[in-house]
T-cell receptor, first 111, second 114 residues
Framework: QKEVEQNSGPLSVPEGAIASLNCTYS??????FFWYRQYSGKSPELIMS????GDKEDGRFTAQLNKASQYVSLLIRDSQPSDSATYLC???????????FGTGTRLQVTL | DGGITQSPKYLFRKEGQNVTLSCEQN?????MYWYRQDPGQGLRLIYY???????QKGDIAEGYSVSREKKESFPLTVTSAQKNPTAFYLC?????????????FGAGTRLSVL
């Protein structure tokens, strides 16, 4: 059973701080990694995708991948109240188009 | 506008009734998926289809059925055999190629039991 683990939170950070969200996965053959943001009552929206080891930056968001340690993280710089949401980590093993999702980490950005 | 349209937004099912959730996409994506999300939980895969007239069971297919007669459409039927259907149902689609595994989601259908 392929597993994707996330701390459910809530992770509380003050406005303007860096939020760090982590995700570990069990399948060493995993090839593609994604972070989705889900506001309460809404559907997930893609924030970042990452395919190779290292960092990938997009605006205030940075995804970090370490395949040897089987973890992927998401950093949110200058956190804003509008970043308050649940962040879902998703992993694909490359052999099929299926994604395995973690249960999500709830982020709260406080004023 | 390109996107994924799910309807209805809210749906109520009576005891013993089958209900069908609609999912239509105009993104020209080959693959489509159905997920179920329970409160405080992640997404669980019900069924997926990578090509017209073909589909595979996901992790929780029991009590559900699908069809894929057109590339644009992937309806999900929640049958009376699904004893706990109350959940948020999400449809997604993805393209081929390097970006083939990026899945984009519709707005979802919230199903409740009367």
């Amino acid at each position: 059973q392929k597993e994707v683990e996330q701390n459910s939170g809530p992770l509380s950070v003050p406005e303007g701080a860096i939020a760090s969200l982590n995700c570990t996965y069990s399948d060493r053959g995993s090839q593609s990694f994604f972070w989705y943001r889900q506001y309460s009552g809404k559907s997930p929206e893609l924030i970042m995708s990452i395919y190779s080891n290292g960092d990938k930056e997009d605006g205030r968001f940075t995804a970090q991948l370490n395949k040897a340690s089987q973890y992927v993280s998401l950093l949110i710089r200058d956190s804003q109240p509008s970043d308050s949401a649940t962040y879902l980590c998703a992993v694909n093993d490359g052999t099929a188009s299926k994604l395995t999702f973690g249960t999500g980490t709830r982020l709260q950005v406080t004023l | 506008d390109g996107g994924i349209t799910q309807s209805p937004k809210y749906l109520f099912r009576k005891e013993g009734q089958n209900v069908t959730l609609s999912c239509e996409q105009n993104l020209n994506h080959d693959a489509m998926y159905w997920y179920r999300q329970d409160p405080g939980q992640g997404l669980r895969l019900i069924y997926y289809s990578q090509i017209v007239n073909d589909f595979q069971k996901g992790d929780i297919a029991e009590g559900y059925s699908v069809s894929r007669e057109k590339k644009e459409s992937f309806p999900l039927t929640v049958t009376s055999a699904q004893k706990n259907p109350t959940a948020f149902y999400l449809c997604a689609s993805s393209a081929r190629g390097r970006a083939k595994n990026i899945q984009y989601f519709g707005a979802g259908t919230r199903l409740s039991v009367l």
